[in-house]
């Protein structure tokens, strides 16, 4: 039998050539179940690309992007005075963004958007390892992919997210150009503060246009997409700052900026614009007369279009109104008794408890523009140490210390005293001196608008829009006072009353079975009676008796048509004698368009405040056009508003409104004061051909305001004030005499009733024959009646939407 060699024997099971084979088999089989995979994967991704795509969102309409953008009304002059909506934003085109913005965007973004189809495997497959951690936190969008995240889809962080991300991805680059989603990106991004879009933002953080921020501000701006929070450099400046550096490094990586740039940009300084700066004109109660105009015509849309709504306000005239009010009511609350802090706190002696404890207090209880708030360390009669939220103690002294020395008094009440942990109001002077001040509870009104066309040039509705959102000029329903004889004497003149008729200022009484009612015995402001006057002086001395003796010649039922002739409700104006005294109830808009008659000649023109609403691309949906008063626009005949202003013009000279002249130093100034029963209301309501403006000053809740307190000292200083900026450069205007009037003697008439032809004498011999109209004229004691308290106060009857302009 043959010996058995080597090369016959059988390999031995766990030999090499087995292994190999067994190696051989298995790989064949992983790359087998690899492929099957692959394909069942596949299948799978055909599959659901198949169901889901369909049901992607159309995004066709980013095609013409059109995002939430808010609603601005501007003044006329483009100044910004509101801004209304969710978000704040101000779309611009791709092709007015800086590039240096946009590069910044890229560098950190996404540097290869313009290459990609829009998404970056590399960065998703990184990502996706990563995730298959723990937080799943990593993530490689692009902007595109953020473009579909942001519109479409929530922020929720899963994989069936991602997937309609990505397809939604693919949908976008397949319709849109680059530009275009870049566009989309700039300005749909969130940004924090409220901003979205690196216009908006730029305005936010620097207070500039996005086309002149700098390399570094870009950079800063750019770092804000990943975490507005986190990386906004006003609450968190170390982590933007940061952020920054890393940017500006990444734009030089990328060829954007040169390396000297990128070392001028590393080295400037960043002005940013604080959070609480306001808008420079203070148009608070007008913005919100336009906010609810847009939303009355155009509904919930009006905070997402984009309308940008301008007005007639001029904005240096609107700033001057502000002031003047503010200065008025504050000049008041100097006058009244000291009322005490606004809230006490304890000082705890730990200095970091104390300093909490300050900035909680003076964050509940913020500044009121000039009105500051502040906490008290130390007080004595003599001096008071205070705080503020900047940590530096200051001293107020002397003449400061007078408006509460009352509470300054050992002899104070708990709650008047001012002691350490009181938190009060100072005013900083203009030499850096302070004063101790208090919040009105006074409130006022001012208005001004153009006599030839309505249009509103100036408009405050209250002291503090904040604290009182009630507009007066429009809602507060008050007496007019004497202010409102002018329109009593207008129909006078119709009826054969001149300028020279002399009128008895003698005492009147009526009787209760005259009256209907309770007897009535009304008074002249200063209590005397000078007997026989020319209607011109007792106009100018708003003498009450000659009111009310003029009131009868005409008759109360005619002027109570006569009054709506300017705009007057004549269910306002009961037809009593009271109504010479202004006892019904008006508007300070009101009294301001019923005085532009005589100012524009005899034309009765609708307040206006809206002059043009236009979409965010420019789309006129509407546009005023000023024009002159048409004649059926007449109220009254000129000649009537001539004598008028002619009588009116009296008053500003040598009447109860003289200092209007004295110190705006020009003779082209009309106007009449008022004061009511109680001095309850002062008002001045005057103008000069090209403006007229009302001013009022009272309590919400009608009280007296003092006993020394009138139309003359509380609201003429008010419209003088205005008066001052509104007439800079205006030349003088003096009204020329209309067909119909004769000057004789160095008086006016009208023709038919000149001299020895008009009404001779009113009162002068017997009493006035004859009773007043039925009714309850209460007392008066001042220079007004009272016919009882005037309607409640509401809604101006007038639709919003008639502030359109005509």
């Known amino acids: 039998m043959a010996q058995e060699t080597d090369a016959s024997r059988p390999e031995h099971p766990t030999g090499a050539p087995l292994v190999l084979r067994w190696i051989g088999t298995g790989l064949a089989t992983l790359a087998g179940l690899a492929v099957a995979s692959t394909l069942a994967l596949l299948m799978g991704v055909g599959l659901a690309l198949a169901v889901a795509y369909p049901n992607l969102p159309d995004v066709a309409d980013l095609a013409d992007y059109?995002?939430?953008?808010?609603?601005?009304?501007?003044t006329a002059d483009g100044q910004l005075i509101g801004e209304f909506g969710e978000e704040r934003r101000n779309l611009l085109s791709i092709k007015d963004i800086p590039d240096v913005m946009k590069n910044a965007v890229l560098a950190i973004e996404d540097s290869?958007?313009?290459?990609?189809?829009?998404?970056?495997?590399?960065?998703?497959?990184?990502?996706?390892?990563?995730?298959?951690?723990q937080a799943k936190s990593q993530g490689a969008s692009t902007i595109t992919m953020q473009v579909a995240r942001n519109v479409y889809l929530s922020a929720e962080k899963s994989y069936t997210r991602k997937i309609y991300e990505v397809l939604l991805t693919f949908k976008l680059e397949h319709l849109l150009t680059k530009e275009q989603i870049l566009e989309i990106y700039m300005n749909q991004i969130f940004l924090g503060q409220r901003a979205y879009g690196f216009s908006t933002a730029a305005q936010t953080y620097f207070g500039k246009q996005l086309k002149d921020v700098t390399i570094a501000e870009a950079a800063m701006l750019a770092g804000l997409p990943k975490a507005p929070s986190a990386y906004n450099p006003i609450s968190n400046p170390k982590r933007a700052r940061t952020r920054q550096l890393y940017i500006i490094d990444r734009m030089l990586e990328n060829g954007f900026i040169t390396a000297d740039e990128a070392q001028q940009a590393k080295a400037e300084e960043l002005k940013l614009r604080p959070m609480h700066v306001q808008l420079k004109v203070h148009a608070e109660y007008v913005a919100e007369m336009v906010r609810q105009a847009m939303?009355?015509?155009?509904?919930?849309?009006?905070?997402?279009?984009?309308?940008?709504?301008?007005?007639?306000?001029?904005?240096?005239?609107?700033?001057?109104?502000?002031?003047?009010l503010r200065q008025g009511i504050l000049d008041y609350e100097r006058r009244q008794a000291y009322r005490g802090p606004e809230q006490f706190i304890n000082l705890p002696e730990d200095k970091a408890a104390q300093a909490d404890a300050i900035d909680d207090a003076l964050n509940e209880r913020p500044d009121n523009d000039d009105l500051l708030s502040a906490v008290v360390l130390s007080a004595s009669p003599r001096k008071v140490v205070a705080i503020r939220q900047d940590g530096d103690p200051f001293e107020i002294t002397g003449e400061g210390l007078r408006p509460a020395a009352s509470g300054l008094s050992e002899r104070a009440a708990p709650n008047i005293r001012i002691r350490p942990g009181a938190v009060i109001r100072v005013v900083k002077g203009s030499n850096n001196s302070w004063r101790i001040s208090q919040l009105p509870e006074v409130e006022s009104a001012f208005v001004a608008l153009d006599p030839r066309n309505g249009a509103i040039r100036a408009l405050v509705?209250?002291?503090?829009?904040?604290?009182?959102?009630?507009?007066?000029?429009?809602?507060?329903?008050?007496?007019?006072?004497?202010?409102?004889?002018?329109?009593?004497?207008?129909?006078?003149?119709?009826?054969?009353?001149?300028?020279?008729?002399?009128?008895?200022?003698?005492p009147l009484f009526y009787s209760a079975a005259e009256t209907g009612g309770k007897p009535w015995e009304p008074k002249n402001y200063d209590g005397q009676f000078e007997g026989p006057m020319s209607v011109r002086r007792a106009l100018a001395r708003s003498k009450n008796m000659v009111s009310i003796r003029v009131l009868q010649l005409v008759g109360t039922q005619s002027a109570?048509?006569?009054?709506?002739?300017?705009?007057?409700?004549?269910?306002?104006?009961?037809?009593?004698?009271?109504?010479?005294?202004?006892?019904?109830?008006?508007?300070?808009?009101?009294?301001?368009?019923?005085?532009?008659?005589?100012?524009?000649?005899?034309?009765?023109?609708?307040?206006?405040?809206?002059?043009?609403?236009?979409?965010?691309?420019?789309?006129?949906?509407?546009?005023?056009?000023?024009?002159?008063?048409?004649?059926?626009?007449?109220?009254i005949e000129p000649r009537n508003a001539f004598v008028m202003s002619n009588l009116l013009q009296e008053i500003t000279r040598s009447g109860t409104a003289a200092r209007a002249q004295a110190v705006l130093k020009r003779p082209d100034l009309y106007g009449k004061t008022g004061t009511t029963n109680d001095s309850m209301d002062a008002w001045f309501v005057g103008y000069q051909p090209t403006v007229v403006a009302a001013a009022w000053v009272g309590y919400d809740t009608p009280r007296n305001?003092?006993?020394?307190?009138?139309?003359?000292?509380?609201?003429?200083?008010?419209?003088?004030?205005?008066?001052?900026?509104?007439?800079?450069?205006?030349?003088?205007?003096?009204?020329?005499?209309?067909?119909?009037?004769?000057?004789?003697?160095?008086?006016?008439?009208?023709?038919?009733y000149g001299p020895g032809r008009g009404v001779r004498g009113l009162g002068l011999n017997d009493p006035w024959p004859g009773s007043p109209s039925a009714g309850d004229p209460a007392?008066?004691?001042?220079?007004?009646?009272?016919?009882?308290?005037?309607?409640?106060?509401?809604?101006d009857r007038r639709s919003i939407l008639d502030l359109f302009r005509n």
């Open 560 to 635: 109570q048509e006569w009054v709506t002739r300017f705009g007057f409700e004549a269910d306002k104006h009961p037809p009593y004698l009271t109504m010479a005294l202004g006892a019904g109830a008006v508007t300070p808009l009101q009294m301001a368009a019923g005085y532009a008659v005589f100012a524009n000649g005899g034309y009765r023109v609708a307040p206006s405040l809206i002059t043009k609403v236009v979409e965010h691309k420019g789309r006129v949906l509407y546009e005023s056009q000023s024009e002159a008063p048409a004649e059926s626009q007449r109220a």
């Open 66 to 74: 059109r995002p939430k953008l808010p609603l601005r009304v501007l």
């Open 461 to 506: 509705g209250g002291f503090d829009f904040q604290k009182n959102k009630f507009n007066h000029v429009t809602q507060a329903w008050r007496q007019p006072g004497s202010s409102f004889k002018p329109f009593v004497y207008s129909a006078a003149l119709e009826k054969g009353v001149t300028p020279a008729t002399v009128v008895n200022d003698a």
């Open 779 to 795: 007392s008066g004691d001042q220079d007004t009646g009272d016919a009882g308290k005037p309607p409640a106060e509401g809604e």
């Open 112 to 133: 290869r958007f313009f290459e990609h189809s829009g998404v970056d495997y590399r960065g998703m497959l990184r990502a996706a390892l990563a995730n298959l951690g």
């Open 705 to 752: 305001l003092g006993s020394r307190e009138t139309g003359g000292g509380l609201s003429l200083p008010i419209w003088i004030s205005y008066m001052t900026e509104a007439l800079k450069g205006v030349p003088v205007a003096e009204i020329e005499p209309p067909p119909g009037v004769i000057h004789v003697g160095n008086e006016w008439y009208y023709e038919e």
């Open 295 to 324: 939303v009355q015509q155009y509904g919930e849309e009006a905070y997402t279009r984009g309308l940008v709504v301008t007005t007639s306000l001029k904005a240096n005239e609107q700033e001057a109104a502000y002031r003047a």
